[in-house]
């Protein structure tokens, strides 16, 4: 059996005898530039797995032994794919040159050269197998003591083999000498054509300036659009039809709601990044979702900032009994050329003393939310209640939004006489506008928390008639850009034919393949779908100039976590952004 205990040593020997680097070494990624394994046979895929992890898929021992260290340890602390890189072609690290070992290049009819300068007659199967396990070359002589040799069953040499021949050979799905293709999924069509419409004309517009640019060495960006019906829950399934049709090397603008988790899974089994997702609930949890990459916040996010800023307020207005932090001073770009869209009305140049001052300061903050059908249960609910409680608020009451009106009516009033005077309003459309209008009513003045996403005209119509103040959660800042985003809101306009009815979701979806066109871009030459993951999870707040700065990390899916704060100032009826972008943790 391994020694485990010898398991560090033979790390730290082999660091002490090649010069590599420890970060390559011990922590270079399982997962790296490879083949999609929907073109391989299953023999292949069994030994593409071992070339990745250096373990078996069949569960048989496979074990490294350094010739130098004497020791044997796990086969997966030295898999085939540290050295010899995702292609075979080898890399250098620490001064140290791992061979070529594409079938191509071991098999020439005149041999070849190791780095050393050594010369080697052809290779064989039999040879290879030597080499694995013996560490000599095709002519008998020993390789360099960095060459582990490794001890593993008779199937999974097989195995290795098979996929040995294939690597450097074939190319992920949608990946061709001359272009790149991805798929952008579109809303369907009877209903939403000319968002459908408006879409497809500022991404083609993208792309064809990008192209015309020279693309991603010298190949082109190629756009294939992706209609679903309005059945969410068949959208994995059309996914599947389109991409039979159609390969395409990764997805992007990705509307996932309704489908989100099966959508996920589908990706992961797949192997195909989605750069872009868009949902309210993104899927977290990096054990399941690897290749899902959602540039904006979802719903728990936003509420985080939301309860971080109730925080501020709460601890600010225990001090001075003012109100809420000054927003910001800009001025707006009331006066600026209109240009094909309609530029939101904004009062970025508003200060405190224009802003209501209702809000009073509590010992003890009643806290209540209200929820609507889809949010009840969810993780994020329970997650927005843990925030709250470790904000130090004790008195919380979640609330399910009431079936009827009469009872939606007694829960207003079971509040107001409660002095609950913090509400997170986890509802939109009719509901909010009616638990408005009823406090309003009774001459209640709660401060309102809400995600935007939740926010109706009908509901900002009404916002005159209520005394209390009311704080959205935003994505991005576009709902009250200032003079600088309103001059690059006019630019982007002009430039991808954004329009006066879809200009905000255009932008979104144009950040997303922002995003995938600059990870094609810092991978070099060599495509692959594995290297673009390892390559966005690079990514440190990337700017797109269209969404707030992204990162992404091995452990992180979620390119921008927090969310912008915004109020509506009734008496102008303006948007105003009150205070910087809240990060969430």
């Known amino acids: 059996m391994i020694q485990e205990n010898h398991i560090a040593s033979a790390q730290h020997m082999l660091v002490k005898i090649c010069g590599l680097f420890v970060g390559c070494l011990i922590a270079a990624p399982l997962w790296g530039e490879v083949w999609s394994s929907e073109h391989l046979t299953p023999a292949e895929a069994r030994g593409q797995q071992i070339y990745l992890t250096g373990e078996s898929p069949s569960n048989h021992e496979i074990a490294a032994f350094l010739n130098a260290a004497q020791m044997e340890v796990p086969g997966s602390l030295f898999a085939c794919v540290r050295c ?3 292609d075979g072609r080898g890399k250098t690290e620490g001064g140290v040159t791992s061979s070529d070992i594409r079938w191509s290049v071991l098999t020439k009819p005149y041999g070849g050269r190791h780095p050393s300068g050594r010369q080697y007659p052809p290779y064989n199967e039999s040879h290879i197998k030597r080499a694995i396990m013996l560490g000599t070359d095709s002519k008998g002589t020993e390789l360099h003591e960095t060459m582990p040799r490794f001890r593993l069953s008779q199937q999974d040499m097989e195995d290795l083999l098979a996929y040995l021949k294939r690597l450097g050979q074939t190319a992920d799905p949608g990946i061709n000498p001359s272009t790149v293709t991805v798929g952008v999924t579109l809303f369907p069509s009877k209903t939403y054509a000319a968002l459908n419409q408006a879409l497809t004309t500022s991404l083609q517009a993208y792309v064809d300036r990008f192209n015309e640019r020279g693309g991603i060495y010298n190949r082109k960006l190629e756009l294939t659009f992706l209609p679903l019906s309005p059945e969410t829950s068949t959208w994995q399934n059309q996914l ?36 872009g997702g868009i949902s309210l609930f993104p899927q977290r949890e990096f054990s399941r979702n690897r290749y899902v990459f959602y540039l904006y916040p979802g719903l728990a996010e936003q509420a985080q900032a939301l309860v971080h800023f109730a925080e501020q307020q709460k601890a600010a ?16 770009a009331a006066n600026l050329p209109q240009t094909a869209v309609n530029l939101p009305q904004t009062a970025a140049n ?42 130090g608020w004790r008195e919380i009451e979640i609330a399910p939004l009431p079936n009827r009106q009469t009872k939606l009516i007694e829960l207003v009033q079971r509040w107001h006489q409660g002095d609950r005077n913090v509400v997170f309003l986890w509802v939109g459309g009719p509901p909010a506008l009616h638990f408005l209008e009823e406090a309003s009513e009774l001459g209640w003045q709660p401060s309102l928390y809400i995600p935007g996403v939740l926010n109706t005209p009908n509901f900002t119509k009404a916002l005159p008639r209520f005394a209390g103040d009311v704080f959205f959660s935003f994505p991005s800042r576009w709902f009250a850009p200032s003079t600088h985003h309103q001059a690059t809101l006019q630019r982007l ?48 707040e990337f700017q797109t100039g269209i969404s707030p700065p992204v990162t992404f990390t091995p452990n992180r899916r979620v390119g921008a976590r927090g969310a912008y704060i915004g109020t509506f100032d009734a008496h102008t009826q303006q948007w105003v952004q009150v205070g910087q972008w809240m990060e969430s943790q």
């Open 84 to 86: 010899h890189g995702n």
């Open 350 to 391: 508003q200060t405190a003393a224009n802003l209501p001052q209702r809000a009073k300061a509590s010992k003890q903050s009643r806290v209540g939310v209200l929820v609507s059908p889809e949010f009840q249960g969810s993780d994020e609910v329970q997650t927005l209640h843990d925030q709250l409680w470790q904000a």
């Open 240 to 275: 599947e039809t389109h991409l039979e049709r159609q390969d395409v090397f990764a997805l992007t603008g990705v509307f996932m709601d309704g489908a989100n988790e099966a959508i996920t899974e589908w990706a992961n089994a797949r192997k195909l990044p989605v750069v």
């Open 317 to 332: 207005l225990s001090l001075t009994s003012t109100a809420p932090p000054k927003p910001s001073t800009e001025t707006t």
């Open 493 to 540: 306009a002009a430039t991808y034919h954004l329009t006066s009815e879809h200009w905000q979701m255009q932008l979104r979806v144009l950040a997303g393949v922002q995003l995938l066109v600059e990870g094609l871009t810092r991978m070099g030459r060599e495509v692959t779908r594995e290297k673009l993951v390892t390559t966005l999870e690079g990514f440190y």
